[in-house]
C-alpha cells in the first residue's frame, strides 16, 4: 500500500505468531530446587562460613543433577510470550502443554516461594479479574518478564479494539 512502510520483525497477530521473548523455568520451580534454597539461606556459623555456604558446597553434585536433569531432550521446559499468547512449551522441538490468550488475562502476580528468592525467582500467575489462567513456575526474575508480558497485552488489546469486526461476526 502506498504510504505504509513494514517495520522490520513487527508481525501483525491476524497474519502469523511471532515470537516476542522466551524465559526458560530455573531449579526453583522444582520442588527440590526450592529445598535446596531455603538451605542455602541460613545464616547460622562462624565467620565467611555460614551453615547455608556449607550447604552449597555440599551439595553440588543433587543441585548439577536437578540442572541437568531438566535439560534432558524430553523434560526441557520453556515459557514463550508470542504476539498472540503466552505458552508453556515442553521437549526439544516444542509442544505446546498449556497457554493463554493475550486477551484472557487482565494482571500478572509475581508469587515468591519459601526457597525461591535464594535464585531471584517466581511464579508469574495469570488472572483474570479473580481465576487464575495460567501459572508459570519459577520464572528466574520474573519483573521483567512480567512487565514484557503486560506491555504486549497491551498492545495487543489496543489494537484489537482498533480492527473492524468482520462481516456476520458478534
Same mark, same amino acid.
Given at each position: 500500500?502506498?504510504?505504509?512502510?513494514?517495520?522490520?520483525?513487527?508481525?501483525?497477530?491476524?497474519?502469523?505468531?511471532?515470537?516476542?521473548?522466551?524465559?526458560?523455568?530455573?531449579?526453583?520451580?522444582?520442588?527440590?530446587?526450592?529445598?535446596?534454597?531455603?538451605?542455602?539461606?541460613?545464616?547460622?556459623?562462624? @565467620?565467611? #562460613?555460614?551453615?547455608? &555456604?556449607?550447604?552449597?558446597?555440599?551439595?553440588?553434585?543433587? =543441585?548439577?543433577?536437578?540442572?541437568? !536433569?531438566?535439560?534432558?531432550?524430553?523434560?526441557?521446559?520453556?515459557?514463550?510470550?508470542?504476539?498472540?499468547?503466552?505458552?508453556?512449551?515442553?521437549?526439544?522441538?516444542?509442544?505446546?502443554?498449556?497457554?493463554?490468550?493475550?486477551?484472557?488475562?487482565?494482571?500478572?502476580?509475581?508469587?515468591?516461594?519459601?526457597?525461591?528468592?535464594?535464585?531471584?525467582? @517466581?511464579? #508469574?500467575?495469570?488472572? &483474570?479479574?479473580?481465576?487464575?489462567?495460567?501459572?508459570?513456575? =519459577?520464572?528466574?526474575?520474573?519483573? !521483567?518478564?512480567?512487565?514484557?508480558?503486560?506491555?504486549?497485552?497491551?498492545?495487543?488489546?489496543?489494537?484489537?479494539?482498533?480492527?473492524?469486526?468482520?462481516?456476520?461476526?458478534?
Amino acid at each position: 500500500m502506498p504510504g505504509q512502510t513494514a517495520i522490520s520483525g513487527v508481525v501483525p497477530p491476524g497474519v502469523a505468531e511471532a515470537t516476542v521473548m522466551t524465559v526458560w523455568p530455573s531449579v526453583a520451580s522444582t520442588s527440590i530446587g526450592q529445598t535446596l534454597g531455603r538451605l542455602y539461606r541460613l545464616k547460622g556459623g562462624f @565467620g565467611p #562460613l555460614s551453615l547455608g &555456604r556449607m550447604a552449597l558446597l555440599a551439595t553440588i553434585p543433587v =543441585g548439577l543433577m536437578l540442572y541437568l !536433569s531438566m535439560r534432558l531432550p524430553w523434560a526441557i521446559m520453556r515459557y514463550r510470550l508470542t504476539n498472540r499468547r503466552v505458552t508453556i512449551e515442553r521437549g526439544i522441538n516444542p509442544r505446546v502443554e498449556q497457554y493463554v490468550d493475550l486477551d484472557r488475562f487482565d494482571a500478572i502476580d509475581v508469587v515468591v516461594s519459601p526457597g525461591q528468592e535464594w535464585y531471584a525467582a @517466581g511464579d #508469574l500467575v495469570f488472572r &483474570r479479574g479473580p481465576i487464575e489462567t495460567l501459572r508459570l513456575p =519459577g520464572v528466574s526474575r520474573p519483573e !521483567s518478564f512480567r512487565r514484557t508480558c503486560l506491555e504486549v497485552r497491551q498492545s495487543y488489546v489496543s489494537v484489537a479494539a482498533l480492527q473492524p469486526v468482520p462481516v456476520g461476526a458478534g
